[in-house]
């Protein structure tokens, strides 16, 4: 991660909004913008700029589907608000944490006034809902979330109760768990709100182009911005900065979720989400249940490192042994009904060493290329508050 300018709080109604016309119409001096990427950090930051005045091409290889064909990795997140470092993932680095921390807040404030409009609630997709997270051993006992609980509590996260009396809340078995908190956390139907994005962004004037970029976006820098009649790139591509950066801290981390029907007819309908973490911090085949929308549950997850294939299914070693952690945890959910017209979902996780990239182009003076990529599993967790980044490293040039 870059160093950048002190925060400014980020509001809804002055920095963007949700008008389909932007907060402030392009001007002769707004910048043309090149996006690379289409998952959730490239669609906020093209939000992001198109209501900061810039006119935003966004250029991708794929787009998010709603049908039962495969969807992208933004689309397949569990989408629960977390705050950093979540243990569904890599560690963040110690001199990261302050800055992601700020991103996570950002978000969370940013979609708790979303969930607040009854149109939006719906539009977007994002409801406000308890998030219990039980641990194995005495939160008081294990550093690092002993300083997580802590800093959630200074920093003031609603709803937030550190009782270990919370496990067996909410109809759990509590198996496996020693120790618990809870808070109010955000929960986005990933599929509605991709949907209101790209909506969105066109409204607001985007361009969107299918198209992929080969090699690395500074190898190509001067034929892009002619190509696309643009000044300034945004990458935003993922997992594929592999590539596109040269970033050889990018790698791979293959995640699957099971979508069962949460509608109330063979278990009682659940309402809020339910974690259990690990002892060990590079453990990430946790208890996930989170409710995605009225419909749908969410159960996880894991994380394989280095896996790039979409081969996993429904009877997948991992997949069955992620169901079966879920439900001894939740003994209601044996029978629970797969989802018929999307029973699992899969997706590779742009995981990176060193924690995400946002930032300018530092190989080439004079280079106008911002980066933002390798969010990990904080994609949507941290996504309001890495699109203003964005938006303001380009506001500098």
């Not at 429904?314 to 029973?343: H, I, T, W």
Request: charged share 25%.
């Amino acid at each position: 991660m870059s160093a950048s300018s002190p925060h400014k709080t980020l509001k809804l109604g002055e920095d963007f909004s949700t008008s389909p016309n932007p907060v402030k119409a392009p001007s002769s001096s707004s910048h043309n913008v090149l996006v690379i990427g289409a998952g959730v950090a490239g669609l906020k930051s093209a939000w992001m700029l198109l209501d900061a005045g810039h006119n935003v091409t966004i250029l991708a290889k794929e787009w998010a589907t709603f049908t039962s064909a495969q969807r992208i990795t933004s689309q397949i997140s569990g989408a629960l608000w977390e705050f950093p470092s979540a243990p569904c993932g890599p560690r963040i680095q110690p001199e990261n944490l302050d800055k992601l921390r700020t991103w996570a807040l950002e978000s969370h404030k940013i979609y708790s006034e979303l969930a607040s409009d009854p149109k939006l609630r719906e539009d977007y997709g994002v409801r406000v809902r308890k998030n219990l997270c039980c641990f194995p051993m005495a939160i008081a006992d294990h550093d690092v979330e002993h300083e997580r609980a802590e800093a959630i509590q200074k920093a003031g996260v609603p709803g937030f109760k550190w009782d270990k009396s919370l496990i067996g809340a909410y109809d759990n078995s509590g198996h496996g768990a020693v120790d618990a908190f809870e808070h109010l956390s955000p929960v986005i139907d990933t599929d509605q709100g991709m949907k209101f994005m790209m909506d969105l962004v066109k409204a607001k004037g985007a361009k969107l182009v299918t198209g992929e970029v080969k090699g690395d976006v500074l190898d190509h820098e001067d034929e892009l911005k002619k190509e696309y009649g643009v000044d300034i790139i945004v990458n935003c591509t993922g997992l594929n900065a592999l590539e596109t950066a040269s970033d050889k801290n990018i790698h791979a981390g293959r995640g699957g979720v099971l979508r069962v029907l949460n509608d109330g007819k063979v278990f009682p309908k659940i309402e809020h989400a339910m974690v259990v973490n690990t002892k060990d911090p590079e453990d990430y085949n946790i208890v996930f249940v989170v409710p995605r929308n009225e419909k749908i549950l969410i159960l996880g997850t894991f994380i394989e490192e280095g896996e790039t294939e979409f081969s996993l299914k429904v009877d997948s070693p991992a997949m069955v042994e992620m169901k079966e952690k879920c439900e001894r945890f939740l003994p209601q959910l044996k029978g629970a009904e797969l989802d018929p017209e999307y029973p699992m979902a899969q997706g590779i996780r742009p995981l990176r060493k060193g924690d995400v990239k946002v930032g300018k182009e530092d190989r080439k003076e004079g280079s106008r290329i911002v980066h933002a990529y390798g969010h990990g599993i904080g994609g949507w967790s941290s996504a309001w508050g890495s699109a203003f980044e964005v938006a303001s490293l380009v506001a500098s040039y």
